[in-house]
């Protein structure tokens, strides 16, 4: 596959997760020992993954991702992305605040014949934290 090619793949992935809440898509763009490392610990197989993206979705119903920026090359294609949702339901213990959220992050996701082997993500979760009221702001900010 072209990095053309691999980089539609990741527009899709995008928009069926987190436009339409389609948890099927891991089942049919991932290998079966697909794993997600993100910022708390790696998650081994499509349904780890798509067990934790439900959470996300609990606790973020109305949750959307805009790709802001995409590289390609080789079998790998990053991208710097924009969430946006309100929190309204528990999510990491913390209880529903009713806050809108915004969350930048980068994602990388390496290719293999035409899936997806495994997947990079680091977000910023202290700002999350910050807008959710769990952590305060910086003295210098």
Same mark, same amino acid.
């Given at each position: 596959?072209?990095?053309?090619?691999? &980089?539609?793949?990741?527009? #899709?992935?995008? /928009?069926?997760?987190? %436009?339409?809440?389609?948890?099927?898509? !891991? /089942?049919?763009?991932? =290998?079966?020992?697909?794993?997600?490392?993100? /910022?708390?610990?790696?998650? %081994?197989?499509?349904?780890? =993954?798509?067990?934790? *993206?439900?959470?996300? !979705?609990?606790?973020?119903?109305?949750?959307?991702?805009?790709?802001?920026?995409?590289?390609?090359?080789?079998?790998? =294609?990053?991208?710097?992305?924009?969430? *946006?949702?309100?929190?309204?339901?528990?999510?990491?213990?913390?209880?529903?605040?009713? &806050? %809108?959220?915004?969350?930048?992050?980068? @994602? !990388?996701?390496? !290719? @293999?014949?035409? &899936?997806?082997?495994?997947?990079?993500?680091?977000?910023?979760?202290?700002?999350?934290? #910050? %807008?959710?009221?769990?952590?305060?702001?910086? @003295?210098?900010?």
């Amino acid at each position: 596959m072209t990095t053309e090619d691999n &980089k539609a793949l990741v527009r #899709r992935y995008v /928009d069926e997760l987190f %436009q339409q809440k389609n948890l099927a898509i !891991f /089942d049919e763009l991932c =290998v079966p020992d697909f794993v997600l490392y993100n /910022d708390a610990v790696p998650l %081994q197989g499509p349904e780890a =993954v798509k067990h934790f *993206h439900s959470t996300v !979705f609990i606790a973020f119903p109305d949750i959307q991702m805009t790709i802001e920026h995409m590289l390609a090359e080789g079998d790998t =294609v990053a991208w710097r992305y924009t969430t *946006h949702g309100t929190h309204q339901g528990n999510n990491m213990g913390i209880p529903p605040t009713g &806050k %809108q959220v915004t969350v930048t992050g980068i @994602s !990388f996701v390496r !290719f @293999s014949g035409g &899936k997806m082997v495994e997947q990079w993500t680091y977000s910023d979760a202290v700002g999350l934290l #910050r %807008q959710l009221g769990v952590l305060p702001a910086p @003295s210098w900010a």
